[in-house]
Antibody
Framework: EVQLVQSGAEVKKPGESLKISCKAS????????IGWVRQMPGKGLEWMEI????????RSSPSFQGQVTISADKSISTAYLQWSSLKASDTAMYYC????????????WGQGTLVIVSS | DIQMTQSPSTLSASVGDRVTITCRAS??????LAWYQQKPGKAPNLLIY???NLESGVPSRFSGSGSGTEFTLTITSLQPDDFATYYC?????????FGGGTKVDIK
């Protein structure tokens, strides 16, 4: 059974750094793109980044390029999303999801990680 | 960049109604179009892939159609469990784009 289990909710102050995680199981982690999707409170889904764990190739939305860093550790089947300096506008739910390149869809999703940035 | 535009943004309907949601792409995307359902506090759930293929386990009252730039998601007989927000999504080798969403609520 494919599962994506994300790290728990975070409350941070502006300017702090943060790294959230997404642990995959039930499939060959290295051979599927995995990505992150943001959902701000009461808003829609926004694609941020995807990474191919086998070779760490990445693709970024222009809206998020340079704002966050995606990475993956294939030895422990875990993807990460990292901020170096959080802003209040980063407050959102963040979902990781597996991308099926054959069909062009996010076919499995994590449960979401809520990030609150507040002074 | 390809833009995906959904309409309407909100739709009020009753149980048993036939519901249609439209998604338009800013350029030809062939059939690289998916539909998701999201309920409050939950992750999105894949319904349709490649424009018209029903994901395993999804009820047959859901269907997708279209190609090129215009696509539709149809729910033939709306059930209480279907009140949710629906998103279209496009993928190419370089990027992913979601539509803005359509909230289906109770009339």
């Amino acid at each position: 059974e494919v599962q994506l289990v994300q790290s728990g909710a975070e409350v941070k102050k502006p300017g702090e750094s943060l790294k959230i995680s997404c642990k995959a199981s039930g499939y060959s982690f290295s051979n599927y793109w995995i990505g992150w999707v943001r959902q701000m409170p009461g808003k829609g889904l926004e694609w941020m980044e995807i990474i191919y764990p086998d070779d760490s190739h990445t693709r970024s939305s222009p809206s998020f390029q340079g704002q966050v860093t995606i990475s993956a550790d294939k030895s422990i089947s875990t993807a990460y999303l990292q901020w170096s300096s959080l802003k209040a506008s980063d407050t959102a739910m963040y979902y990781c999801a597996r991308l099926s390149g054959i069909f062009g869809v996010f076919d499995y999703w994590g449960q979401g990680t809520l990030v609150i940035v507040s002074s | 960049d390809i833009q995906m535009t959904q309409s309407p943004s909100t739709l009020s309907a009753s149980v048993g109604d036939r519901v249609t949601i439209t998604c338009r792409a800013s350029q030809n995307i062939n059939n690289w179009l998916a539909w998701y359902q999201q309920k409050p506090g939950k992750a999105p759930n894949l319904l349709i892939y490649k424009a018209s293929n029903l994901e395993s386990g999804v009820p047959s009252r859901f269907s997708g159609s279209g190609s090129g730039t215009e696509f539709t998601l149809t729910i033939t007989s709306l059930q209480p469990d279907d009140f949710a927000t629906y998103y279209c999504q496009h993928y190419n080798s370089y990027s992913v784009t979601f539509g803005g969403g359509t909230k289906v609520d109770i009339k």
